[in-house]
């Protein structure tokens, strides 16, 4: 596996224990190309600045990369392929962004589910369409922020292949996964099947 990354955490930024801090540790020691979301907020999200800074991450890739998001950032990437979307249908679209190769979204979370934090209310009303790029969904069988069938319909709408990794609380820090080794080897896999990337508008 060796397409370049793009980090997207979740609400409060993954912090130094988080697989995905983790992961970014390891591919940066092996000189992988890898970016991490930086919004200006990590605790009070704004979805209007987390879609600019995705924006920013893509252009500063600067080629296709494999989305690795977690919690919070998997609505953002819905949100931000909604937007880009309606840009193209309205030729306002920048040419420059950077290409997306296929996502990788661990723990989707309910936004109307009594966990949600109420700090993360922009990111509600979250699009169902199809997303454009091959997509696997990772979920927990007791995700607190999440449960199997709201995972499952996301899966469905944005039309993404499904996994679930087990009893696994929100695949965050909490659940002591160290470099969760069960996940590396699922990237690693969705990886190796993705053989060309996708601009916006070609589907799949």
Not at 28 to 36: M, Q, S, T
Not at 45 to 60: Q, Y
Request: some cysteine; overall charge neutral.
């Amino acid at each position: 596996m060796q397409n370049p990354i793009v980090i997207l955490p979740g609400i409060g930024g993954s912090g130094d224990d988080h697989w995905q801090s983790i992961w970014e540790g390891r591919w940066r020691a092996e000189n992988r190309k890898v970016v991490r979301l930086s919004p200006p907020n990590w605790d009070e999200p704004r979805l209007e600045d987390w879609l600019a800074a995705l924006d920013e991450a893509l252009k500063h890739i600067g080629e296709p990369a494999v989305l690795v998001a977690h919690s919070l950032s998997c609505l953002l990437v819905a949100h931000w392929v909604a937007k880009r979307m309606a840009q193209r249908a309205a030729k306002r679209a920048d040419k420059a962004w950077g290409q997306v190769l296929g996502a990788f979204l661990v723990a989707v979370p309910d936004p109307g589910g009594p966990a949600f934090p109420s700090q993360a209310a922009s990111f509600q009303s979250v699009p169902r369409d199809p997303l454009p790029f091959a997509t696997l969904l990772v979920g927990s069988q007791n995700d607190p922020y999440g449960s199997v069938d709201y995972v499952n319909r996301c899966a469905r709408d944005w039309r993404a292949a499904c996994v679930m990794a087990g009893a696994l609380g929100h695949i965050n820090t909490a659940s002591n996964l160290g470099d969760w080794p069960q996940g590396q080897n699922l990237l690693t896999a969705f990886c190796a099947g993705l053989t060309s990337h996708c601009h916006f508008g070609k589907g799949r």
